[in-house]
C-alpha cells in the first residue's frame, strides 16, 4: 500500500504561484509513476499532469501546460507540482495519484490517491 499526502495549496491572485507537494508512505515510490488530478465544483476529476518513474516521460493536459511543471524526487518519496501563471480556472482540489504506467493516468486511472488539497486562485 502507497499513502499519498498533498500539502502546498491555498488561496492564491490570479498570475501567482503555488507549489504542491505529495509525500508518499509505506513504499517507496521510486517504481511507481505518479500524477496530478484537480476536481472542481460541480465538474469531473480530470487529469492534469504525470511523471514515470524515472522522469523520462511527463505528459500534461493541455490546459495547463506550459504554466505546470510536475517532478520527482525519488530520495525523499515526494512528487511536486509547480504551477505558475495560476488562473482563476484553475481553482479545484489537487489530488495526488500513483500508477504502475504513466499513461494509465492520462485516462484518468490510478492505483493509489490522495485526499487533496485545495487550491483557488482569485482573480
Known amino acids: 500500500q502507497v499513502q499519498l499526502v498533498e500539502s502546498g495549496g491555498g488561496l492564491v491572485q490570479a498570475g501567482d504561484s503555488l507549489r504542491l507537494s505529495c509525500a508518499a508512505s509505506?513504499?517507496?515510490?521510486?517504481?511507481?509513476?505518479m500524477g496530478w488530478f484537480r476536481q472542481a465544483p460541480g465538474k469531473e476529476r480530470e487529469f492534469v499532469a504525470a511523471?514515470?518513474?524515472?522522469?523520462?516521460?511527463?505528459p500534461y493536459a493541455d490546459s495547463v501546460k506550459g504554466r505546470f511543471t510536475i517532478s520527482r524526487d525519488n530520495a525523499k518519496n515526494t512528487v511536486y507540482l509547480q504551477m505558475n501563471s495560476l488562473k482563476p480556472e484553475d481553482t479545484a482540489v489537487y489530488y495526488c495519484?500513483?500508477?504502475?504506467?504513466?499513461?494509465?493516468?492520462?485516462?484518468?486511472?490510478?492505483?493509489?490517491w490522495g485526499q487533496g488539497t485545495q487550491v483557488t486562485v482569485s482573480s
Open positions: 495519484a500513483a500508477a504502475t504506467v504513466v499513461w494509465t493516468m492520462v485516462d484518468g486511472r490510478g492505483s493509489y
Open positions: 511523471i514515470s518513474w524515472n522522469g523520462g516521460n511527463t
Open positions: 509505506g513504499r517507496t515510490i521510486s517504481s511507481y509513476a
